[in-house]
């Protein structure tokens, strides 16, 4: 029994609009946490980001025009007896060359000290020293399980996109700056920030976004390798033979 050329044509144009149902993707919308926080000594700010690792967030306000930038890198459920940093590479993504602003707890004052150093190599002692472009109100505070860093610094007009990195790790007897985790998502914590619009691109975001392009890509060769095409062929093989299918299959075959 063969089904009718009208049968036919309809059941294929219903793939055509089926198959982008397969390509789909969807992404779920991330709320952001960092909207809601209020500081205690009064400071607001135009935007926030929610790091996506060590339960860090980001806020900031930025001139373009003047290139000024007053920030606060807060991060959450870290212990007292541990420092924080967060930091900016103007001339390369990772941990060499990047500019930071750390901050720890006096473990016999109690008090908090910020400071600023230049990261030149992969064992760094993070000692205090200036950094390539100006950092003034530099200040610390620890509240609740909360270690933030307050500082306002200036680059030069016009800049959009940066590389940033943040980081924690335990502090050694005598106030000494211990080692970070190597590992985990301690070696996760470096993305691109855009100012503008707030983004966040990490590494693994730009794989995971390759990965699925490759993903719709192989799907929609199988589906036209698969099922369209064998269909175009066996319409021309055997449809062409029933002058009443006559010059259905062709256009079957086009399509």
């Given at each position: ?47 926030c ?16 025009e ?19 940093a ?8 990772g941990?060499?060359?990047?500019q ?11 008090f ?15 000692q ?16 609740n ?31 000494r ?33 390759m ?12 589906v ?16 062409r033979t ?14």
């Amino acid at each position: 029994m063969f089904l009718s050329s009208r049968t036919i044509f309809v059941g294929l144009c219903f793939l055509f609009v089926l198959a982008p149902c397969f390509t789909r993707a969807t992404t779920n919308e991330v709320q952001v946490s960092c909207d809601s926080h209020n500081f205690n000594n009064g400071k607001h700010f135009r935007s926030c980001v929610d790091l996506p690792v060590l339960d860090s967030f980001l806020h900031y306000s930025y001139v373009r025009e003047t290139g000024v930038l007053e920030v606060a890198y807060r991060h959450t459920n870290i212990e007292s007896s541990s420092w924080i940093a967060w930091g900016i590479n103007p001339t390369s993504k990772g941990m060499i060359g990047a500019q930071t602003l750390l901050a720890y707890r006096n473990s016999t004052s109690g008090f908090m000290r910020a400071y600023t150093s230049s990261i030149n190599g992969y064992t760094p002692m993070l000692q205090e020293g200036p950094l390539s472009f100006r950092v003034t109100q530099l200040s610390a505070e620890y509240l609740n399980r909360e270690m933030t860093i307050f500082a306002t610094m200036v680059w030069p007009s016009n800049t959009t996109v940066v590389n940033h990195l943040w980081q924690d790790g335990p502090l050694k007897e005598g106030d000494r700056l211990g080692m970070h985790a190597m590992s985990g998502n301690h070696l996760k914590s470096m993305a691109n920030l855009d100012l503008l619009s707030g983004q966040v691109m990490t590494t693994k975001a730009a794989n995971d976004n390759m990965l699925l392009v490759k993903s719709i890509h192989g799907l929609v060769n199988a589906v036209c390798w698969g099922i369209f095409i064998p269909i175009g062929v066996m319409a021309a093989r055997y449809m062409r033979t029933y002058k009443g299918l006559d010059p259905t299959w062709f256009y079957i075959l086009i399509l």
